[in-house]
């Protein structure tokens, strides 16, 4: 049977405006819905402006929203521009939204994009995935930030090989920096405040409050990402995070068991229930294959790609299991700054990332632009 109308604007709830930090339902940039014979779902969305460089991750989220419901055998999208009284509505409720959000004022420009590292589960190497891919972006000369959100479970200062005490300067934290060729990573993480073998025994509150300072209490200057390694599960940093940082975006670190996957499944889950949008999933410890070419799947295979099919996003990159990757991460020199197949895989996982899944765009004639305008306002108002 096809959906209902519905049915089909619940789905379309689940793509979130990335600059906004709402969903298009919200927003009101939905125009209309049309249920057609045959399974034939038309959908009209209104853009801020007709060349906004997020128009492309736009229709792809809502093909893949929509087209994943029962029933539904196409998705034809229409995309139009909003007239100036509809452009007024989106940015009063964005100018509500901020207002609403100045009890975490966060120094994190508009114009970066915010990636969540997430798993369902602990050991499928997700905080490798975080700092490689940051690596692999920093060496595309960009200004990557990394916030260790896996309080308890801080690894980030020893897979780099940083140590050191952070400092503040005029009330801010300031964070630890490393070069990266043309790039610069931007690294926060409670390792630079606790010893490694310290046990941190605080409370979902207090986990909650200790993010939230990393948020809202560092000065994180010019970014272009911010990786943030978050602990495994569904928990409470998780929920924290999406009520925070609405406009943070999800990838999703699986292993090819099926069971990995239905784990993970739940972490996707979550966060499209806190209407954060999914970017796609990475596959860790795929087949290995040795110096001869022959691929051994020491773990199955499959279930990055079936994952991606089930939560209707992308597969963005899968990177094989190596023993590289534990020696590198020991000795705390990431395998995405040498040579070899695990570099080759993150380089294609950040290439991925900044060409396609989660590009920085200039976004001086769409909603980031008008957004900063709102918040200068905001914070006139208030000075």
Known sequence: MAPTDAEVLAALAGVVDPELGADIVELGMVRSVEIRPGGEVAVEVALTVAGCPLRTQLRTDVESHVSALPGVTSVELSMGEMTPEERAAV?????????????????????????????????????????????????????????????????????????????????????????????????????????????????????????????????????????????????????????????????????P???????????????????????????????????????????????????AAELGVPLVGSVPLHPDMSAAGDAGTPVAVSDGPLSAAFGDLARAVAETVAPVVEVSGCTARMLDHVEQALDAAGA
């Open 91 to 255: 940015m009063d409720k964005a100018r509500r939204r901020a207002q609403e959000d100045r009890a975490v004022s966060l120094d994190i420009p508009v114009s970066a994009r915010v990636l969540a590292v997430a798993s369902g589960k602990g050991g499928v190497g997700k905080s490798s995935v975080t700092v490689n891919l940051a690596v692999a972006l920093a060496r595309r000369g960009l200004v990557v930030g990394i916030l260790d959100a896996d309080i308890w479970g801080f690894s980030v200062p020893r897979l780099l090989g940083m140590q050191g005490e952070l400092r503040a300067e005029a009330k801010k934290i300031v964070p630890m920096e490393q070069p990266v060729g043309e790039g610069l990573l931007k690294v926060v993480s409670m390792g630079f405040l606790a010893k490694e073998d310290e046990a941190i025994m605080w409370r979902g509150l207090i986990l909650n409050r200790a993010v939230q300072q990393f948020l809202e209490d560092v000065r994180w200057g010019h970014l272009d990402y911010l990786l943030i390694d978050m602990p495994p599960g569904t928990g409470d940093i998780q929920m924290g995070l999406a009520r925070m940082l609405p406009r943070t975006e999800v990838l999703v670190v699986t292993t």
């Open 257 to 307: 068991p099926v069971a990995a996957q239905k784990v993970a499944a739940r972490a996707a889950d979550m966060a499209r229930k806190g209407h954060l949008r999914v970017a796609g999933v990475v596959e860790n410890m795929g087949p290995f294959v040795c110096e001869h070419g022959d691929s051994y799947p020491l773990f199955g295979e499959g279930g990055g790609a079936r994952l």
